[in-house]
């Protein structure tokens, strides 16, 4: 079993190979991760790209790749920005942390949009109820991290 920082790396790494080649199948994003001395097997891989939300896209050609959505879909970036801007009642800067609060049952959804919309800075939430925390990259300030955030989603 992987521990929770090396799975993290793993699929920042993913990410940054999709982002960069073209990458057709899970064996090509195993021999990818491979020459960058990540080890895993094609259950881990496939679980990382169902955790990531990757989709197969198609080029012009026909030849089909792994894309983040994001990146092929700009409709879903707009939307999951909207679903913040709705569901964000406050953001209060605290030590390296944002305490986000929204409504009842929405801190899961905010928290799921922030971690996949990857705003710059924030590295991670973790959500309860109503209530998300989300962390803020070593370095910089919870205060402009929280400004930078409500900027994005257009409440400032």
């Not at 020459?35 to 881990?44: F, I, K, L, P």
């Not at 707009?78 to 049952?105: D, F, T, Y």
Request: glycine letters at 8%; one cysteine or more; a negative charge.
């Amino acid at each position: 079993m992987s521990s929770p920082a090396r799975k993290l790396e793993r699929q920042r790494a993913i990410v940054e190979i999709v982002r960069d080649q073209l990458v057709a199948t899970q064996t090509d994003l195993r021999d990818a991760l491979a020459e960058r001395g990540v080890e895993c097997d094609q259950g881990t891989v496939s679980r990382d790209i169902r955790e990531l939300g990757l989709v197969k896209a198609v080029r012009e050609d026909g030849e089909a790749y792994y894309a983040v959505l994001d990146d092929v879909s700009p409709t879903v970036r707009v939307s999951r920005l909207s679903v913040l801007k709705q569901m964000i009642k406050e953001a209060i800067p605290s030590g390296n942390l944002i305490v986000i609060k929204c409504g009842p049952g929405n801190a899961a959804s905010v928290g799921e949009a922030l971690d996949h919309l990857n705003i710059a800075n924030i590295i991670g939430c973790v959500a309860g109820d109503n209530t998300l925390l989300a962390v803020v990259r070593d370095g910089v300030s919870a205060h402009d991290a929280t400004r930078q955030l409500l900027k994005e989603i257009g409440q400032t």
